[in-house]
Structure formats: C-alpha cells, structure tokens
C-alpha cells in the first residue's frame, strides 16, 4: 500500500530565504506526482505536476523534483514571501489507479516571517 | 480562471440524518472526484466518477455513500445515515482528464459536522 511522508510538519523561515519541502512514497510504480497548495480553510491549489517520465518541473519561483526510483520529491521555492505561508501538500496517483486517486502526505505548514 | 464551487461550505447535521453536499465542477472537465480530510488527518480519496458511473472507490465509500451527475452541471455527493466519524471536510474535484498529465482542480470544501 502507498504510503507518502512529507518531513517536516512544520517549518518556520524568514522572509527571503528559499524553501525546502520534502516529500517521500513507498512505492515507485506511479502516474505523477502532484503538489498542491492548501490555505486554511480552503481547498487545494494545484502547484505542479511532475509526469513519471520527467525529472523536474518548474513555474516562476517554484521548482519540483522528482526521483522515482528513491521514492523522493523536493518543491523549492525560492526567495519566500509571507503570502508563501500555508500548507503545501504532495500526492501520487499510482499506477494502475485511476489516474487522479491520488495518496496525499500529511502536508508541510509553512510560515515566512516578515 | 474557471473553478470548481461547493455548497453549503457549512453543514451541521444531526447523527443518522441524510446530507447532500453538490459541487459544480469546471464545465469543460470530464471526471470528478470527491475526497475527504478528516481533521489533523491527510486528506483521502473517497470515489472518482466518468461518464456517469463510479469509476473508482475507496473502502471508506461503503453502502452509506453514494454520487450522482443529476443533470449537465451538478455532482453530489449523498451520505445516507450519518455518523460522527463523516464529520469532516469534503472536497469535490474535476481534471480534463483522467491522464497522467492533467492535474486536480479542488473546489473549497464542506465542512460537515455530525452531532
């Protein structure tokens, strides 16, 4: 069964510094990985879509890795803002899945300091 | 930018009553999804839904549960008896299509409180 682990719970930074989210899963036999954005009660925001085929994927100051065979995904985000503070989420839709079931970690909180 | 809307955002109901939370996904989109996010908890998938059938579910959507397209704008979800465990945030998805490329849009959720 797919597990994914986002580490850590919670981050707190300063205004400016770049961002490190990470997100782990068990199983590597999967369609995309996906991250989203989720500001208190609110729904998800779709950040990016990394396809199992691709390595990165970038949009503005956001950039997401991925590496399949380790089971790893990064989202940086670069020269943080306060409006940067929420909940960032990863999820994978397994293969063989409908394509959009996807497994969700347990989301990173963010907060940037003015 | 299209999006997908969810009413009521509050539902407060009482133990063993029916509920039905609606959802009008994106209108372009042709699957829909409906999760859940019990509180401190990861958010789930509960069920996906093309060309008006199930698709696929989860064990958490058991004989209680139930979806439905009632028309060419609507998606709802039905919870027949409800129980204090239900209470919980639900979301309503939709995606173009159901590919390896083409990302979730999530509505902002119910919130739904059994008493």
């Known amino acids: 069964k797919q597990e994914v682990t986002q580490i850590p719970a919670a981050l707190s930074v300063p205004e400016g510094e770049n961002l490190v989210l990470n997100c782990s899963f068990t199983?590597?036999?999967?369609?995309?990985l996906q991250w989203f954005r989720q500001d208190p009660g609110k729904g998800l925001t779709s950040l990016l879509l990394?396809?199992?085929?691709?390595r990165e994927q970038t949009s503005g100051r956001l950039n997401a890795s991925l590496d399949k065979s380790s089971g790893r995904s990064t989202l940086y985000i670069a020269a943080s803002q306060p409006g940067d503070s929420a909940t960032y989420l990863c999820a994978v839709s397994p293969y063989g899945a409908a394509g959009n079931k996807l497994t969700f970690g347990g989301g990173t909180r963010v907060l940037v300091k003015p | 930018e299209p999006e997908v809307t969810q009413t009521p955002s509050h539902q407060v109901t009482q133990m063993g009553q029916e509920v039905i939370l609606r959802c009008v996904p994106i209108?372009?989109?042709?699957?829909f999804y409906w999760y859940r996010q019990i509180l401190g908890q990861k958010v789930e998938f509960l069920v996906s839904f093309y060309n008006n059938e199930i698709s696929e579910k989860s064990e958490i959507f058991d004989d209680q549960f139930s979806v439905e397209r009632p028309d060419g704008s609507n998606f709802t979800l039905k919870i027949r008896s409800t129980k204090l465990e239900d209470s919980a945030m639900y979301f309503c998805?939709?995606?173009?299509?159901?590919?390896?490329?083409?990302?979730?849009?999530f509505g902002n959720g119910t919130r739904l409180t059994v008493t």
């Open positions: 998805a939709s995606s173009v299509w159901d590919r390896d490329n083409s990302p979730l849009h």
């Open positions: 990394i396809q199992s085929s691709q």
């Open positions: 199983d590597s036999a999967i369609y995309n």
């Open positions: 209108s372009n989109h042709l699957y």
